[in-house]
Structures are given as structure tokens and as C-alpha cells.
């Protein structure tokens, strides 16, 4: 069958059914929005360029920086999680951060143009601490929360005695900066609101490239002399492209049009329910819906979105890192989105819950959130869970991030996979607990046609998508329904005899060689019924070289 290359090398297949339905597949995490106009997916994959190409020194990288891509931290996937850490450091006073004389900040630059504006670690520094790289998926409809709806949740004297106190973290945007107060939602404080001040403050802290928003370089060290003698660019070194996007802006619509990452089993499992009993709900709060302003974009504007944060500020007691940042003290951190959970290594803001399994990650992430703090209590009750209740409720926290039909789980939908499905479609139940869970497209508890459907249409295998006897289906879809294929390539096998024959005279040969030959590149010779004739096809051919039996 025809399929669709897309820049991510994703493969799209189109299922010429006549009981064919619009089904609305979870997108890969790093995957647009559904939705998007064809002038925004422009948007997007341009930003996607931006934001994975190295910014050079003549192009306003450093003096002083950390890396000179978004992509370097954001890895998993692209714009998501990393394992890189960031440094920041300080002196400790009476119990309160403070930045080092002399210095404007409390972020490391590890990197620089050349040795003579490299940053250092100063003696006198008593605070030293690691940031992992945070995700920046679905960034546009994180914004896109009403401020009234974070403040609608914020405690800040934990007037219902539950132990939780969270705050808002007010903010100025970067491009409105006299305007009001934001409730800021990204970064590990909280403390930036928008997408556009997001790639405002990390292209100019993290790559040195000063722009609109953030105009001035810092200074190595706060060293203004070193700077003078390293900067050669002038400021802002940001400036707009042919079409009059600058990188902050393109690397903003990437981030802005990212979607949510998938949950699978989509209603939810059992361990959901022990998530929630134990309090974990508390902060990693589940359902938000965005803005209906009409200045949103259509696949933006209200929307229910399930990132599992409340973006708040809360006191994590041991689990603070130590800085000022704002108005965020020392022990406050905000809480992380839980969405794409399952493919984060290392966890927490300091990487402490890394390597091992998933189950082993996220154990040891949940129990560093005790003993002080707001999250303890319902780490002492998560250690209290006998082993079944432990298992479910790390099932549920490995879907979120899993795909739809993904029942390896290897983050794509490929024969392997079929080949799980199909016991999961003969015995025609499941439940969301069971692997067969994440095969029930519409959560009916049923594994039927319309799970079918999805399943072919999330499929990414090359395996099986040919339609060999050319009647609209492809073979997959009919091994499914019965057809045999006894020596499992995926072609059923009462078609096998006659492929390749094709001037219809019963015999393979010379004759059928001198067509696909002629029609190569084309679909005129195509065996396996993938609109295109190629290798696989000559293969085929050669395979059944002579009568048609």
C-alpha cells in the first residue's frame, strides 16, 4: 500500500478499507499536533531544523555556553527529556542561598570559545548542585492553561490540612516584561511562563546567543573585561531570517506545536487508582483543559490534556537543590509532568533515580521523596504497599509515554507486535491490567474490527503491507481474518503461487523480468503491492522462477 514518508522517517499507512473509519491515533511523543494547518506543520518542521542545528561562534554562540543545540539536552525524544545536567552554584548564608560576589547568576557555563573565557567553579563556593534536562513536549498547550486554573489549586498555607501547601510561582514574561504576573509553569522553579521566554532565556544561557528578549551576554564569572576581550558579535546576535523568524521564534513554534505524549491504556489502570490513593494526586494532578480564547490555534484551544503536574511550587524538604531562583526558596521545586514517564532516565531533578529498569527508577524517584517534605507521606504509604499493589501502580506510570499497539514495548507498532495482537484479537477481551489492554483502541474491553482498524493504521512495520491478490486489503489485515501463512512472511499464502506473473500467461520468466525491469521505480511491477516496483519485488520473482503452480 502507499505510505507517506514524513520528515521523522514515521510511516504512515493508509488501510483501503471500505469499512475504513477516521480513527484519531495518540501521536508519538515528538510527534506534531493533530490539527495543525499545513502552515503550521511548516512551522513546526522548519523549528524542528532550528532547534536540532548547531549554532556556530560567527552566528552568536558563547562566548560562554553549554551546548550549542536545543537538541544536545533535549533528547528523549527530540524536545523531550535528557540526561545532561546543567551546574549552578553559590554560597550559603545562614541557611539562605546567595550568589557569589560579583556574579550575575548562579548557572555554570561549562563550555567557551577559548580557554582564556572559560567560567570556573570559585573556591569560595559552598553550594554546588545538578540539574537534569527537563522536557519541553507540548509546550504550547502547557501555556495554554488559564493562569485562574494553576491558582485555582495553589495552598500556599494548607488551609485543608492535608499536608500539601503549593504556590504559585509568579513571573514576568520576557517579551512583556512590564505587563502582569504569570503564573509560571516551566523549568524546574517554575519559573518561566511562556514557550517564547523559555527559548528567549536557554538560547542566550545555554548557547550564549543573545537576542530580543534576553539582549546582553553574561559575563564569564561576571567578569566584564573577559567578556569585552571574548565577544566578537554584536548584540543581539539573534536576527531575523528570510522570512523574518529569528531562532527564538522558530524553535518556539517546534516546542509550541509538540504533542502530548500517548497514554496507553488511554482510561487508565488499576495502579491509577493506587496513584491516587496514596496522594500522589495531589500534585501530579491529571485533567486540564486549555483556553478557549479564540487567539489560540484550533489545535491548541481547548483541549483536555492529561501532563499529570499542577505546576505549583511545593516544599520537597531534602529534595529542594538548594537554590534561589525568583521567588522559589531553597527547598521548593515544581511539580514535574508525569506524561512520557516511561522512557525518562535519569529521573528527578538531580538524576538520583538512574539506570536499571523502569520499575527500579521510578521505586527508588518515588522514595527520595520522603522523609521530609510534602511528597513523604505518600512516599512512607507507597513503601507500605504490599508487592501487588507496587507492580500496579508502576504499570500505570509505564503508560504514560506508551504507544497505542505497542505491546513489546519498543516504542513502535511493527510485526512484532502483530504478531502479539493477534492472539489478543482471536480471544476478543481485555483488560486494561493485561498487555492485550494496549490493544483496546476505544477501551470498550473488547478486541475487535474497530481495534483492527486502528491497529493497521498505527502500524509502522514494512511486514504485510502489500495487498497481494489486489482486492483493496492488505495482507495483514487479511492474515488477521484467517488467511494462512504458514511460513509467517506475512503474505497470505494462497496468493504467493501467482505473484510476480505479470503478463498473466501462468509462467514466471523472462518476459515478466523484461516488465518489471521496464516498469522499475513505478508501481507497473508491483508484486507486492506496495506502489512501488523494487527489489522486493525482483525478489519475489526470482522466488517463484516458472509455472505458476
Given at each position: 500500500m502507499?505510505?507517506m514518508?514524513?520528515?521523522?522517517?514515521?510511516?504512515?499507512?493508509v488501510?483501503p478499507?471500505?469499512?475504513?473509519?477516521?480513527?484519531d491515533i495518540?501521536?508519538?511523543a515528538?510527534?506534531?499536533?493533530?490539527?495543525l494547518?499545513?502552515?503550521?506543520?511548516?512551522?513546526?518542521?522548519?523549528g524542528?531544523?532550528?532547534?536540532?542545528?548547531p549554532?556556530?561562534?560567527?552566528?552568536g554562540?558563547g562566548?560562554?555556553?553549554n551546548?550549542?543545540n536545543c537538541?544536545?539536552?533535549?533528547?528523549?525524544p527530540?524536545?523531550?527529556w535528557?540526561s545532561?545536567?546543567v551546574?549552578?552554584?553559590?554560597?550559603?548564608?545562614k541557611?539562605?542561598?546567595?550568589?557569589l560576589?560579583?556574579?550575575t547568576?548562579?548557572?555554570?557555563?561549562t563550555?567557551?570559545v577559548s580557554?582564556?573565557?572559560?567560567?570556573v567553579?570559585?573556591?569560595d563556593?559552598?553550594?554546588?548542585i545538578?540539574?537534569?534536562t527537563n522536557s519541553?513536549?507540548?509546550?504550547?498547550?502547557?501555556?495554554?492553561?488559564p493562569?485562574?486554573?494553576?491558582?485555582?489549586?495553589?495552598?500556599?498555607?494548607?488551609?485543608?490540612a492535608?499536608?500539601?501547601?503549593?504556590r504559585?510561582?509568579w513571573?514576568?514574561?520576557l517579551?512583556?516584561?512590564?505587563?502582569?504576573l504569570?503564573?509560571?509553569?516551566?523549568?524546574?522553579?517554575a519559573?518561566?511562563?511562556?514557550?517564547?521566554?523559555?527559548s528567549?532565556?536557554?538560547?542566550?544561557?545555554?548557547?550564549?546567543?543573545?537576542?530580543?528578549?534576553?539582549?546582553?551576554?553574561?559575563?564569564?564569572?561576571?567578569?566584564?573585561?573577559?567578556l569585552t576581550?571574548?565577544?566578537s558579535?554584536?548584540?543581539p546576535?539573534?536576527?531575523p531570517?528570510?522570512?523574518g523568524?529569528?531562532?527564538?521564534?522558530?524553535?518556539?513554534h517546534?516546542?509550541?506545536?509538540?504533542a502530548?505524549p500517548?497514554?496507553?491504556?488511554?482510561?487508565g489502570?488499576?495502579?491509577?487508582a493506587?496513584?491516587?490513593?496514596?496522594g500522589?494526586?495531589?500534585?501530579?494532578i491529571?485533567?486540564?483543559?486549555?483556553s478557549?480564547?479564540?487567539?489560540?490555534e484550533?489545535?491548541?484551544?481547548?483541549?483536555?490534556i492529561?501532563?499529570?503536574?499542577?505546576?505549583?511550587?511545593?516544599?520537597?524538604?531534602g529534595?529542594?537543590?538548594?537554590?534561589?531562583?525568583g521567588?522559589?526558596?531553597?527547598?521548593?521545586m515544581?511539580?514535574?509532568?508525569?506524561?512520557?514517564?516511561?522512557?525518562r532516565?535519569?529521573?528527578?531533578?538531580?538524576g538520583a533515580?538512574?539506570?536499571?529498569?523502569?520499575?527500579?527508577?521510578?521505586?527508588?524517584?518515588?522514595e527520595?521523596?520522603?522523609?521530609?517534605?510534602?511528597?513523604?507521606?505518600?512516599?512512607?504509604a507507597?513503601?507500605?504497599l504490599?508487592?501487588t499493589?507496587?507492580?500496579q501502580?508502576i504499570a500505570?506510570?509505564g503508560?504514560l509515554g506508551?504507544?497505542?499497539?505497542?505491546l513489546?514495548?519498543?516504542?513502535?507498532v511493527?510485526a512484532?507486535d502483530?504478531?502479539?495482537f493477534?492472539p489478543?484479537?482471536?480471544n476478543?477481551a481485555?483488560?486494561?491490567?493485561?498487555?492485550?489492554?494496549?490493544a483496546?483502541?476505544n477501551?470498550d474491553?473488547?478486541?475487535?474490527?474497530v481495534?483492527a482498524?486502528?491497529f493497521?493504521?498505527?502500524?509502522e512495520?514494512a511486514?504485510?503491507?502489500?495487498?497481494?491478490?489486489?482486492d483493496g486489503?492488505?495482507d495483514?489485515m487479511?492474515i488477521?481474518?484467517?488467511?494462512p501463512?504458514?511460513d509467517?512472511?506475512?503474505?497470505?499464502?494462497?496468493?504467493?503461487?501467482?505473484?510476480?506473473d505479470?503478463?498473466?500467461d501462468?509462467?514466471?520468466d523472462g518476459?515478466?523480468?523484461g516488465?518489471?525491469?521496464?516498469g522499475?521505480?513505478?508501481?507497473?511491477?508491483?508484486?507486492n503491492?506496495?506502489g512501488v516496483?523494487d527489489?522486493?519485488?525482483?525478489?519475489?520473482?526470482?522466488?517463484?522462477?516458472?509455472?505458476?503452480?
Amino acid at each position: 500500500m502507499p505510505r507517506m514518508m514524513l520528515p521523522t522517517a514515521t510511516l504512515l499507512l493508509v488501510v483501503p478499507l471500505a469499512t475504513a473509519r477516521a480513527i484519531d491515533i495518540q501521536p508519538k511523543a515528538g510527534a506534531p499536533l493533530a490539527g495543525l494547518t499545513t502552515a503550521q506543520l511548516e512551522l513546526f518542521w522548519a523549528g524542528h531544523e532550528a532547534y536540532s542545528t548547531p549554532i556556530t561562534v560567527a552566528g552568536g554562540l558563547g562566548p560562554i555556553m553549554n551546548k550549542s543545540n536545543c537538541i544536545s539536552c533535549h533528547t528523549n525524544p527530540i524536545g523531550g527529556w535528557g540526561s545532561i545536567a546543567v551546574n549552578h552554584y553559590g554560597i550559603e548564608k545562614k541557611g539562605e542561598f546567595m550568589l557569589l560576589p560579583g556574579e550575575t547568576q548562579s548557572l555554570l557555563q561549562t563550555l567557551a570559545v577559548s580557554p582564556l573565557c572559560a567560567e570556573v567553579v570559585p573556591e569560595d563556593a559552598t553550594v554546588f548542585i545538578q540539574r537534569i534536562t527537563n522536557s519541553s513536549l507540548a509546550f504550547g498547550l502547557i501555556e495554554a492553561i488559564p493562569d485562574a486554573s494553576i491558582a485555582a489549586n495553589a495552598d500556599a498555607t494548607d488551609a485543608n490540612a492535608d499536608g500539601i501547601s503549593g504556590r504559585v510561582h509568579w513571573v514576568n514574561l520576557l517579551e512583556d516584561p512590564t505587563g502582569p504576573l504569570r503564573a509560571g509553569r516551566f523549568g524546574w522553579k517554575a519559573q518561566v511562563a511562556s514557550t517564547l521566554s523559555f527559548s528567549g532565556d536557554a538560547a542566550r544561557n545555554e548557547m550564549g546567543l543573545t537576542n530580543a528578549l534576553v539582549p546582553g551576554e553574561n559575563a564569564p564569572n561576571g567578569n566584564a573585561s573577559i567578556l569585552t576581550e571574548c565577544d566578537s558579535v554584536a548584540d543581539p546576535e539573534d536576527a531575523p531570517d528570510s522570512e523574518g523568524f529569528r531562532f527564538i521564534d522558530r524553535v518556539t513554534h517546534f516546542q509550541r506545536y509538540l504533542a502530548q505524549p500517548p497514554q496507553t491504556p488511554k482510561s487508565g489502570m488499576t495502579g491509577e487508582a493506587v496513584f491516587n490513593a496514596i496522594g500522589c494526586n495531589a500534585c501530579h494532578i491529571r485533567d486540564w483543559t486549555t483556553s478557549n480564547s479564540p487567539s489560540l490555534e484550533d489545535a491548541i484551544r481547548n483541549k483536555a490534556i492529561k501532563p499529570y503536574s499542577d505546576f505549583l511550587l511545593h516544599n520537597m524538604g531534602g529534595l529542594g537543590d538548594g537554590v534561589q531562583q525568583g521567588d522559589a526558596d531553597e527547598s521548593e521545586m515544581r511539580t514535574p509532568v508525569l506524561w512520557n514517564l516511561r522512557t525518562r532516565d535519569p529521573m528527578l531533578h538531580h538524576g538520583a533515580a538512574a539506570g536499571g529498569t523502569f520499575a527500579t527508577r521510578v521505586t527508588k524517584a518515588i522514595e527520595l521523596h520522603g522523609p521530609f517534605g510534602e511528597g513523604a507521606a505518600s512516599a512512607a504509604a507507597f513503601m507500605a504497599l504490599g508487592g501487588t499493589q507496587k507492580a500496579q501502580l508502576i504499570a500505570f506510570l509505564g503508560s504514560l509515554g506508551k504507544l497505542e499497539f505497542d505491546l513489546d514495548p519498543d516504542n513502535q507498532v511493527d510485526a512484532f507486535d502483530f504478531t502479539l495482537f493477534q492472539p489478543c484479537f482471536a480471544n476478543g477481551a481485555a483488560s486494561p491490567d493485561t498487555n492485550c489492554g494496549v490493544a483496546d483502541f476505544n477501551q470498550d474491553g473488547l478486541i475487535n474490527m474497530v481495534d483492527a482498524d486502528a491497529f493497521m493504521q498505527a502500524y509502522e512495520g514494512a511486514e504485510g503491507t502489500g495487498d497481494c491478490d489486489r482486492d483493496g486489503q492488505i495482507d495483514l489485515m487479511e492474515i488477521l481474518l484467517g488467511a494462512p501463512d504458514a511460513d509467517s512472511d506475512f503474505i497470505p499464502d494462497d496468493c504467493v503461487g501467482c505473484q510476480a506473473d505479470f503478463n498473466g500467461d501462468g509462467h514466471r520468466d523472462g518476459v515478466d523480468l523484461g516488465i518489471l525491469l521496464a516498469g522499475w521505480g513505478t508501481a507497473a511491477a508491483d508484486a507486492n503491492g506496495d506502489g512501488v516496483t523494487d527489489g522486493v519485488d525482483l525478489g519475489i520473482l526470482l522466488a517463484g522462477w516458472g509455472t505458476c503452480g
